[in-house]
């Protein structure tokens, strides 16, 4: 089996920390490679930059099409583009809010997702809606620090420690989904600290779900629904 891991962003920035994550959580006789756009942002916390990003996105599923790929993880909580890839691959392809949350949800009742910045607020719960969840999403909370500026791993496992650990008090969640893709290498530590602190919380790493989500997926010989995601119709398009 071997996957695609698309990053949404210009530039080489995250394909080695990505790659070493991807890495981690791959099973045994699973391949993989990393590739980033040719064309949008720096990083997806907008849904300007997620616009810009969709056509390099899409440009990267036409070449994973041609390599023949069994699934593709476009690496963004946001999901940019997911749906529009479905309807031209051939193959299984998630972002990481649909594989984390729906994870989730079968680990406790009320799901808290703790994401970046306060920008990306409605794009989440614009997605909470799409995929008919919002009597399960019972939070949304941000650490406030930019995709950018997460490679302070202490700083950004206090921040999600706060956060966290507020939002089981509150009751608004039994499960905490880490609500970026760049938040690398620290989900098994928040979910520690949750517990050393007194009941055991499960912590859902979307990179870890999405890969999971994949694998199941190529081995169970499913892919998206045509009756769903329709091919386009054939026109005259400008790319």
Known sequence: MHLRVIVPVIGDTFAQSVGAEITAWVSHGTTFDVVALARGTASIESEYDEALAAPGILDRIDEASSDG????FVTCFGDPAVHAAREIADYPVVGGFEPAVLHALSLGERVGIITVLPNVLPMLRSLTRRY???????????????VLGLEDHELLLDRLHAEASEAVAKGEADVIV????????VAAALQRRLEENGTY????????????????????????????????????RSV
């Open 69 to 72: 790929v069994d699934a593709v």
């Open 132 to 146: 008919g969840l919002s009597e399960r999403i019972g939070c949304i909370r941000v650490v406030d620090l930019p």
């Open 178 to 185: 880490l609500g970026c893709t760049g938040m690398l290498g």
């Open 201 to 236: 919380v499960p912590v859902v790493d979307p990179t870890g779900a999405a890969v999971s989500w994949l694998e199941s997926s190529v081995r169970l010989g499913v892919r998206p629904s045509r009756t769903t995601y329709m091919r386009p119709p054939v026109k005259a």
